[in-house]
């Protein structure tokens, strides 16, 4: 099974011959089927590709030159043992920072491997913040007080209205049967709606309408549906008054009594470009099909202040009586069905190796307020601010070593020029890879990872009910080992004990057993196991049937719209009740004279993140490119396939335009995940949209990488 991080999980059915992978074919069996999309059916050329790495490196050149030489195992790992165990004897454990992502959406080879070790050898410093919906988090922890907010995508076929708000799953999978369940929900006469800057192949396969909207102001949006709502009394007070609470004071705020200003259509026209007729329409609409799915997408949560477009989106499900009920949806988004919350025990994602508690943070003084809000750390885009100022710049200590895991760092994290400085600056950075990415060019030590062909593991997709086993089935590459193993034998050499006293296939087989899986074996052989549930599952349902027996997990025991909890917080920007907060690098922003292109950053579908770049057949599918509309194109003398330069104080980054009607004028996309490659004047040649993000993250944590602005030009 392949789980590549894109939210899906999909079985392939690997053709071997004599240890060698000959042909790859998906699922083609019951419904719904698995099936793979292009990027697994491709991995055949991602296993084999020339550039894969396949032995152990240390670095002769200058950090960041690019320069390697092979070295045996027993070097890079005595070198990183020993490098780790001075850093942290010379500088305090947490100068040791782990930066760990998600390669593979799986049990064993993820966090929990390093997180073990470097634990066990004393702590390392964190850092926080969820790159995909840290919006989506908090708002549902706020106002649900769960992040397990979602049903299964079976349920798609009982709403009579959809609206996929910054939601492109034709691109972004999120879900092996997300689109399937679509195209049916379309054919048994469902609308569907899309609210995006972009005509998404989403919205061109299924919508019947398309609303576009500028970035980073969806929360105005939705204010305004409510204004709608409440003016032509067509919210579900009754449903408002059983299980929420706090809509009184929304009101208030939503119709101009407490501030003067009523947030009506007309007042989020110009903010948004939505025509008020348009947010009418859309507001009665959704206020009188029933049932309907506001199906938030996390993108609009990635921008400043994105925790109060998905508080907002949360409210409007409330108003419309959609949450716990066939057809609707709670209008959250956050760990959908991947870290539990469906009706069968499912934790494949967190990690299959025992945690122990990480000293440093375990001391770290924490801000009151719910556990998730964790200020005092360092927050994941400022981690190269970080390590550049170290103390001096008022954080907890001097970072002088890098781990890097499953992450591409210099790639997908903003203001890459300023991540590349930091980089150079560290004393000490080891970078477990597969192929040579810009971050693993700046290593000191880099360690060949094994694909998940080559290894065994446990896997979920998003949005149906199955577990799947990511077989080996082949022998590692090369001297590739499986992450557990690196850091398994890491700590043999820093002296640890009792890292593991499993075999793989007992850890795996455990899991599966405590995941509900009555028979490893069959799990095995089949490559997937079905959990067999009475119909489609509806997040919140027995809160909303039977509510005085199953109050919400929040402290009022309601939907908190209204949240005392964080009045009495009372920190800037996070207030009590969804708001809309101008954001900086908006179309208001005085910035914007000077850059006055709105910058979004797509997730692309020949790709998941970054990985997959370097895959021939992929980069045939989708060329890299800036998408812009044709106006914006006009104005600056630019033709479709043009070079351009896309910059502002950040970066700049030099790539072809694609001149289109299916990007709203004022607004460019660049599609994240490009590798990184400035030439010698530091202009980016690839097209990596990081170059132009910024660091500066929204009041609850969310990753504003739908917040920057930008200036086109054609190149000369
Ligand atoms: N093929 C592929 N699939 C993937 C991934 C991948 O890289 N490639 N990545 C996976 C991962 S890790 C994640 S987190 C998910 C991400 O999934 P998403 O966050 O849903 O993906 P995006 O492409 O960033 O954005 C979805 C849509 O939101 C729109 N959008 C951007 N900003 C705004 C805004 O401010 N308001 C509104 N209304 N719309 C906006 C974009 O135009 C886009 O059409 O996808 C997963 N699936
Ligand atoms: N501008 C912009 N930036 C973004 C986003 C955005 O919307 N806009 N989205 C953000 C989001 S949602 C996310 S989740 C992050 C993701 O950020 P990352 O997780 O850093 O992105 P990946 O490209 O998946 O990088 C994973 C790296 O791990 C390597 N690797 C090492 N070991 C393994 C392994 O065992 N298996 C696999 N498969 N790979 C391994 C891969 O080769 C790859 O280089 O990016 C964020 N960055
Ligand atoms: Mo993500």
């Known amino acids: 099974m392949c789980a590549s991080h ?62 390697f030489e092979r070295i045996s195992w027993d070097e890079a790992l005595d070198t990183t043992a020993r490098e780790l165990l001075r850093v942290r004897d010379t500088y305090g454990p947490a100068s040791i920072i782990l930066a760990q992502m998600t390669g593979d959406v799986c049990s064993l080879n ?148 407490e501030d003067g200003l009523p947030k009506t259509p007309r007042w989020a026209e110009p903010i948004t470009g939505v025509p008020a007729a348009t947010i009418e329409q859309l507001a009665r609409e959704y206020a009188t099909t029933r049932p309907a799915a506001l199906m938030t997408g996390i993108a609009p949560g990635r921008t400043a202040y994105g925790e109060q477009y998905h508080r907002a989106a949360i409210t409007l499900a ?164 499986p992450p557990w193993r690196i850091a398994a034998e890491l700590a043999e050499r820093m002296g640890l004990d009792g890292y593991l006293d499993k075999s793989e296939e007992e850890v795996l087989e455990e899991r599966a057993r405590q995941n509900g899986v009555p028979d490893y074996g069959a799990l095995k052989e089949r490559g997937v196991y079905r959990y067999q549930l009475p119909g489609p599952f509806v997040a919140f349902k027995e809160q909303i049937e039977d509510p005085a027996n199953h109050p919400f997990p929040t402290p009022s025991g309601k939907i908190e719209i209204y949240s005392q909890q964080w009045e009495e917080l009372g920190i800037e920007g996070l207030p009590p009740l969804p708001r809309y907060f101008e954001s900086w690098e908006g179309r208001s922003d005085p910035l914007a004279e000077k850059y006055p292109l709105q910058l979004i950053t797509t997730h692309f579908k020949r790709r998941a993140l970054s990985q997959f770049e370097n895959i021939p057949w992929l980069r045939e599918v989708q060329e890299q490119a800036l998408l812009m509309n044709a106006s914006d194109a006009e104005a600056r003398g630019i033709r479709n396939g043009d070079m351009v330069r896309v910059f502002n104080d950040r970066g700049e980054t030099v790539i072809r335009a694609r001149v289109t009607e299916r990007i709203m004028p004022g607004v460019v996309d660049l599609p994240h995940g490009a590798w990184y490659a400035p030439d010698e004047k530091g202009v980016d040649r690839a097209g990596c949209a990081n170059v132009l993000t910024s660091e500066e993250y929204s009041p609850g944590g969310s990753f504003p990488y739908n917040t920057a602005l930008v200036q086109v030009e054609k190149l000369d």
């Not at 419904?31 to 490196?57: F, H, M, N, S």
């Open 6 to 67: 894109c939210g899906g999980a999909c079985l392939l059915k690997v053709h071997v011959r004599d240890g060698i992978i000959t042909r790859i074919e998906t699922d083609d069996g019951e419904e719904p089927q698995l099936r793979g999309c292009l990027r697994g059916r491709a991995y055949r050329q991602r296993v084999y590709a020339p550039d894969r790495l396949l032995y152990p490196l240390k670095r002769v050149g200058q950090r960041g030159e690019g320069k």
């Open 318 to 481: 409330a108003m419309t009586g959609n949450v716990g009920v066939h057809g609707g949806d709670a209008g959250a988004r956050a760990w959908e069905s991947v870290m539990g919350g469906f009706p069968y025990p499912v934790n494949s994602m967190i990690s299959a190796i025992p945690r122990v508690s990480n000293p440093v943070e375990k001391a770290f003084p924490r801000t009151a307020g719910p556990l998730f809000y964790r200020r005092p750390r360092i927050h994941f885009s400022r981690l190269a601010d970080a390590i550049l100022k170290g103390k001096a710049g008022g954080y907890h200590a001097d970072y002088k070593a890098l781990v890097v895991a499953q992450c591409n760092y210099l790639v997908q994290f903003p203001n890459s020029n300023k991540i590349a400085r930091a980089l150079k600056s560290l004393e000490f950075m080891v970078v477990e890879e597969q192929f040579m990415t810009p971050t693993a060019s700046y290593a000191d030590i880099v360690l060949p990872v094994a694909s998940f062909m080559e290894r065994n593991d446990l896997t979920q997709g998003v949005g149906t009910a199955y577990i799947g086993s990511m077989n080996r089935v082949i022998e590692p590459l090369g001297e590739c080992k």
């Open 110 to 257: 993820n966090f929990g491997a390093m997180d073990r070790l470097l634990s066990m050898a004393g702590g390392y410093t964190s850092p926080w913040g969820v790159t995909s919906f840290q919006g989506g988090v908090y708002a549902s922890l706020v106002t649900y007080g769960t992040w397990f907010c979602s049903n299964t995508r079976d349920d798609l076929l009982n709403s009579r209205l959809i609206i996929m708000w910054g939601w492109d799953p034709a691109s972004t999978v999120t879900g092996p049967n997300t689109c399937w369940y679509l195209a049916q929900a379309r054919e048994a006469g469902a609308r569907i709606i899309c609210v995006d800057p972009r005509y998404t192949d989403s919205a061109a396969t299924f919508a019947h309408q398309w609303i576009p909207i500028r970035p980073g102001t969806d929360t105005a949006m939705l204010l305004a549906m409510a204004h709608v709502m409440i003016r032509e009394k067509l919210h579900d007070q009754a449903f408002l008054s059983t299980y929420t609470v706090g809509f009184d004071r929304f009101s208030d705020y939503v119709m101009g009594a």
